[in-house]
Nanobody, 120 residues
């Protein structure tokens, strides 16, 4: 059974930091690209950051470049999101995603989300 379990969210003041973790199980983690997405109330889910299966390439939304860092530990089946210089507009439910495209199949898994609230 595929599971993605996020942790590390919480309430933080503007300018603060949080580190999100996503523990994966039930699939071959090293075969999957991983990503973090977020959804704020009343808004669509948006991409935050992605990392390739081997960790050699990353991609970030313009709004988080230079502040957030995605990384992965394939030995621990875990992906991380280090978030620095947090802003109120970063407040959202953050979701972990695992994806592997093997034509004609597109394997796409989601976690339940962890809440991040940036407020003074």
């Amino acid at each position: 059974q595929v599971q993605l379990v996020e942790s590390g969210g919480g309430l933080v003041q503007p300018g603060g930091s949080l580190r999100l973790s996503c523990a994966a199980s039930g699939f071959t983690f090293s075969n999957y690209a991983m990503g973090w997405y977020r959804q704020a109330p009343g808004k669509q889910r948006e991409l935050v950051a992605t990392i390739t299966n081997g960790g050699g390439s990353t991609n970030y939304a313009d709004s988080v470049k230079g502040r957030f860092t995605i990384s992965r530990g394939n030995a621990k089946n875990t992906v991380y999101l280090q978030m620095n210089e947090l802003k109120p507009e970063d407040t959202a439910l953050y979701y972990c995603n695992a994806r592997r495209v093997a034509h004609p199949y597109d394997y796409n898994y989601w976690g339940q989300g962890t809440q991040v609230t940036v407020s003074s």
